[in-house]
T-cell receptor
Framework: GEDVEQSLFLSVREGDSSVINCTYTDSSSTYLYWYKQEPGAGLQLLTYIFSNMDMKQDQRLTVLLNKKDKHLSLRIADTQTGDSAIYFCAENYGGSQGNLIFGKGTKLSVKP | DAGITQSPRHKVTETGTPVTLRCHQTENHRYMYWYRQDPGHGLRLIHYSYGVKDTDKGEVSDGYSVSRSKTEDFLLTLESATSSQTSVYFC?????????????FGPGTRLTVL
């Protein structure tokens, strides 16, 4: 069945770049997403990429999509302590109801 | 922020009791979703709704039922709560299923079943 995998933890120093990786299984997904969850809060959509794109840049965020390997990454440039959160990769697995499958989340810790 | 509220925000209950969680939206979005979030499992879809009185099961629907009698409210009911249903429950809404299908999330309800 459909699955989304991501590493559980990442620790970086403030000012460095962070790269969070994700693999997915459904090649028919039309959109792939990155959500951010801060402690005690719900998820917020950070960015998304359409499946016919290879890259999308939005300020400090860069999303790279390798369709052949079904690999998605999120790069955060100049990582700040406020970026500490859990980041979820998600894919829409088709069908008419737009349901998403989420990865387990990567906890990003930013050390000063 | 999208207008989504969840109530209650925290609840402690005992095994075997019924529990209803409420999700209320002011965005008039057609689609509504209930997820549970557990350590090591991420978010898993319980049930979703694609319109008033139109609902369907998600990945982990056993032990849960839902109702949507009006656009703005989506209720999640645990008929007889079990300790395995201790979790954080999130409601989400979406305007459409196609296109970017951006889902907006509520603040969550932390449920503890003793």
């Amino acid at each position: 069945g459909e699955d989304v995998e991501q590493s559980l933890f990442l620790s970086v120093r403030e000012g460095d770049s962070s790269v969070i990786n994700c693999t997915y299984t459904d090649s028919s997904s039309t959109y792939l997403y990155w959500y951010k969850q801060e402690p005690g809060a719900g998820l917020q959509l950070l960015t998304y990429i359409f499946s016919n794109m290879d890259m999308k840049q939005d300020q400090r965020l860069t999303v790279l999509l390798n369709k052949k390997d079904k690999h998605l990454s999120l790069r955060i440039a100049d990582t700040q302590t406020g970026d500490s959160a859990i980041y979820f990769c998600a894919e829409n697995y088709g069908g008419s109801q737009g349901n998403l499958i989420f990865g387990k989340g990567t906890k990003l810790s930013v050390k000063p | 922020d999208a207008g989504i509220t969840q109530s209650p925000r925290h609840k402690v209950t005992e095994t075997g009791t019924p529990v209803t969680l409420r999700c209320h939206q002011t965005e008039n979005h057609r689609y509504m979703y209930w997820y549970r979030q557990d350590p090591g499992h991420g978010l898993r879809l319980i049930h979703y709704s694609y319109g008033v009185k139109d609902t369907d099961k998600g990945e982990v629907s056993d032990g849960y039922s839902v109702s949507r009698s009006k656009t703005e409210d989506f209720l999640l009911t645990l008929e007889s709560a079990t300790s395995s249903q201790t979790s954080v429950y999130f409601c989400a809404i979406s305007e459409s299923a196609g296109g970017t299908n951006e889902q907006f999330f509520g603040p969550g309800t932390r449920l503890t079943v003793l």
